[in-house]
C-alpha cells in the first residue's frame, strides 16, 4: 500500500483555516485580475453524486464544487475551490479549500497531460468528526477528438492527511468528455471510483460547467 505521512506537519486541528483562505483569496485575485498576463482564467461549478460502489442505487453523498483557475502562457495553472459534502441520510456535512498549482504539457494540438500539486482543508460543517489539513497531487490526460469534443481520458487524485492519524487517505480514478458549447462556455460529465484508505468506497457521477475569459 502506497502511504506518505509528514510526521513534522502540525495535526489539522493545529492548522488554521487561515492557512489556506488567504491563498484561495490570492488566487481567487489573480484569476479575476491578471487577464494581460495569462492565456486564460476560468470559473465553474460541478454537482457530483457519490453512490455505493456495490450498489450504485444507493446514494452515499452530494458534493457541489466551486472552482477557478488561471492558465499562463507558460503552460502554469493556479487553480482554487470550495467544495460542500452532505453525506446521504444523515446530518453530516463537509467543506472543503484547496489551492493548487499545476503545469499543463501539450505534445501536439491533441494530446496533453496535466499535473498539480495542491494543500487543502476539510471543514466539518455538522455532524461527527474534526477539521483535517491535507495535501492532494493530480495527474491527467485529455485527447481532443474534435473542436468541440475532448476526452478527459484519465485523472488519477492521490489525497491523504498531513497527519496519518486523521485517516483521510482517499484516491481517486476518473474519466469524462468535455463539450465546448461556444469560446466561452462548455459542459462536462464524468464517473469517478473512489477509494477509502485503498479500499473500493464510492462511484461518482459528476455534471460541470465551466466559463472561459
Known amino acids: 500500500m502506497l502511504r506518505f505521512s509528514v510526521r513534522s506537519a502540525p495535526r489539522a486541528d493545529a492548522v488554521s483555516t487561515t492557512h489556506v483562505i488567504p491563498l484561495l483569496i490570492a488566487l481567487a485575485m489573480v484569476v479575476v485580475t491578471s487577464d494581460a498576463m495569462a492565456d486564460s482564467s476560468s470559473i465553474g461549478v460541478s454537482l457530483t453524486s457519490d453512490r455505493d460502489q456495490q450498489n450504485l442505487g444507493e446514494p452515499q453523498s452530494t458534493q457541489f464544487e466551486v472552482s477557478a483557475s488561471h ?114 462556455n462548455s459542459i462536462s460529465s464524468k464517473v469517478q471510483y473512489n477509494w477509502k484508505d485503498w479500499h473500493p468506497d464510492t462511484v461518482g457521477f459528476a455534471l460541470g460547467y465551466s466559463r472561459s475569459f
Open 71 to 184: 492558465t499562463f502562457d507558460t503552460g502554469v495553472i493556479l487553480g482554487a475551490s470550495a467544495q460542500y459534502s452532505n453525506e446521504a441520510f444523515s446530518d453530516s456535512a463537509t467543506a472543503n479549500l484547496e489551492a493548487t498549482v499545476g503545469y499543463r504539457l501539450r505534445f501536439n494540438d491533441f494530446l496533453s497531460v496535466i499535473g498539480s500539486v495542491g494543500i487543502g482543508d476539510r471543514l466539518q460543517v455538522s455532524g461527527d468528526g474534526g477539521d483535517i489539513a491535507y495535501y492532494v497531487l493530480r495527474a491527467a490526460a485529455d485527447l481532443k477528438l474534435s473542436e468541440k469534443v475532448t476526452w478527459n481520458a484519465v485523472a488519477f487524485r492521490y489525497r491523504d492527511a498531513f497527519e496519518s492519524s486523521d485517516d483521510y487517505l482517499t484516491p481517486q480514478l476518473a474519466t469524462g468528455v468535455t463539450f465546448k458549447m461556444d469560446d466561452h
